[in-house]
């Protein structure tokens, strides 16, 4: 079992930033596919950025690339999400999520393990 926990979200205003983090419990996670998807309610949840297991790969949708960046701490059991130039259309609940059989996708089903989501609000 895994589990995991996001944090860093909050209100900012458009063209601002956040962080947001993601801790895993377990010792292994350097073996799995990390990835960022976000919600908005009446919505189906959406990709935003992956991770490959050694960080050495990353892919972001279309709509965050290069704004977003993705990025991962082994020894902490962490992952990343680096939001900038935030736009009013990022406000979302943001979750991350991790794919234990090392499949590089952004199929929200193909992940095994989600965190309870951390919301982020971008006022214009």
């Known amino acids: 079992q895994v589990q995991l926990v996001e944090s860093g979200g909050g209100l900012v205003q458009a063209g601002g930033s956040l962080r947001l983090s993601c801790v895993a419990s377990?010792?292994?996670?350097?073996?799995?596919?990390m990835a960022w998807f976000r919600q908005v309610p009446g919505e189906k949840r959406e990709f935003v950025a992956l991770i490959t297991r050694s960080g050495g790969n990353t892919r972001y949708a279309d709509s965050v690339k290069g704004r977003f960046t993705i990025s991962r701490d082994n020894a902490k059991n962490t992952v990343y999400l680096q939001m900038n130039r935030l736009k009013p259309e990022d406000t979302a609940v943001y979750y991350c999520a991790a794919e234990v059989s090392m499949r590089v996708t952004t199929a929200p089903n193909d992940y095994d393990y989600w965190g309870q989501g951390t919301q982020v609000t971008v006022s214009s």
């Open positions: 377990g010792r292994t996670f350097s073996s799995y596919v």
